[in-house]
C-alpha cells in the first residue's frame, strides 16, 4: 500500500485537533508554528499554498516537532526562538522563555527613558537577565543606552550575548556573570546606574507545583522559584540600591499577580513614587519607583527626574 500524501492544509487541521486532544492551549495557533517550521513557510503561505503536498522526510520532521508539543515541550523551544518587542530572540532549554507580560516592563521602561537627550549617555542594569530579553529589547529600541545584563547562570550570559550580536546592540549590552546575593556582585557592576530593571525568580515553593507542565519541565528551578514566599529577590534588590542606582534614577521590577503591595513596602524605603502597575489583563505586573534624591541633581539626573 502506497503512503498516504498529505496536502498542508489536511496535515495542519489534523495536527490542530490532536493538540486540542492533548490540553494545549492555542491548538490552532501551535499547529500553524510547527508546521511552518517544518516546511519552511510562513503562517499565511500555509493558507495561499493550502494543497500543496508534503514529502515524506517533511511529514517525518512535522511528526516529531508534534510529539514533542504533545509532551508538553514549550512550543518556543521547538522552535529555538522567540519573538519579543520587536527583536528576535534565541530560546534555550533551561532558561526561562520570554513571556508577553513582560513585555510590558519592556515598553514601560523604554517609554519613560525614550525621551531623555539623546545625547546623554544612559546606563542600565538588568539582574537576573535570563535570555536577555530586556536588556537586548530595551537597547534595540533606545539607541543611548548601555546595559549591564547580570545573571548567575553562565548560559544565561552566553545566551544574551548571542541575541545582543544577533539584534545588532552587542556594543551597548555588556553580559555579566554574578550572583546578586554574592558578596563579590558589586565589584562585578559599575554603579551608579540610571536606569535598574528585573524581572526576578519570584514564584513560591508552594506556586511551584501548579505551574504548566511546560514550565515545570523545561526551565530551570532557580530562575523560578525565590525563598521568602517568593520575595527574596525584591529584599536583595532593595538592599542594593543605595550602592546601584543613582539619585532620581528609576527602577522598575516584575512581579507576581499578588505580591504588588507586599514588594512596594520592601521597596519604599529607598524609593519615592513607587507605583504598581497592572498589565493589560489588569493584574499588578510591574513595581515602579525613583531613587530618593539625597544629594543636588547632575544634569543627566534631572533628565531622568524630568
Not at 514564584?203 to 519541565?217: D, M, N, T
Not at 514566599?229 to 528609576?250: C, D, E, S
Request: net charge negative; glycine share 6%; hydrophobic share 40%.
Amino acid at each position: 500500500m502506497s503512503e498516504r500524501v498529505w496536502t498542508l492544509i489536511e496535515i495542519l487541521n489534523t495536527a490542530h485537533h490532536y493538540l486540542e486532544e492533548k490540553g494545549i492551549e492555542s491548538a490552532r495557533r501551535n499547529a500553524e508554528a510547527l508546521l511552518g517550521k517544518a516546511v519552511g513557510l510562513a503562517r499565511i503561505d500555509l493558507y495561499v499554498q493550502h494543497d500543496r503536498p508534503l514529502t515524506s522526510a517533511q511529514v517525518a520532521i512535522f511528526r516529531e516537532l508534534l510529539r514533542r508539543r504533545a509532551q508538553r515541550e514549550p512550543l518556543q523551544l521547538i522552535l529555538g526562538t522567540v519573538d519579543f518587542y520587536g527583536v528576535t530572540l534565541e530560546v534555550v532549554p533551561g532558561l526561562l522563555v520570554p513571556r508577553p507580560e513582560t513585555e510590558e516592563l519592556a515598553d514601560y521602561v523604554t517609554s519613560e527613558i525614550s525621551s531623555y537627550a539623546e545625547g546623554s549617555p544612559l546606563r542600565m542594569l538588568d539582574i537576573g537577565t535570563g535570555t536577555g530579553c530586556l536588556a537586548v529589547s530595551i537597547a534595540a529600541r533606545v539607541p543611548h543606552v548601555e546595559v549591564d545584563a547580570v545573571d548567575s547562570d553562565f548560559e544565561a550570559v552566553r545566551c544574551t550575548n548571542r541575541n545582543a550580536a544577533v539584534n545588532d546592540v552587542e556594543e551597548r549590552v555588556h553580559g555579566i556573570l554574578s550572583d546578586a546575593f554574592s558578596e563579590r556582585f558589586m565589584s562585578c557592576v559599575t554603579p551608579p546606574y540610571d536606569v535598574v530593571v528585573s524581572n526576578p525568580p519570584y514564584v513560591s515553593e508552594s506556586e511551584y507545583a501548579a505551574l504548566a507542565p511546560e514550565i515545570r519541565g523545561h526551565e530551570a528551578r532557580h530562575a523560578l522559584i525565590a525563598n521568602d514566599n517568593g520575595l527574596a529577590f525584591y529584599k536583595r534588590i532593595a538592599g542594593l540600591l543605595p550602592n546601584l542606582l543613582r539619585p532620581g534614577g528609576l527602577l522598575a521590577v516584575e512581579i507576581g499577580a499578588t505580591q504588588g503591595q507586599a514588594v512596594a513596602e520592601i521597596l519604599q524605603s529607598n524609593l519615592v513614587s513607587v507605583a504598581v502597575r497592572n498589565d493589560l489583563s489588569g493584574l499588578p505586573r510591574i513595581v515602579t519607583g525613583r531613587r530618593k534624591q539625597e544629594q543636588p541633581s547632575s544634569i543627566l539626573s534631572s533628565q531622568i527626574t524630568h
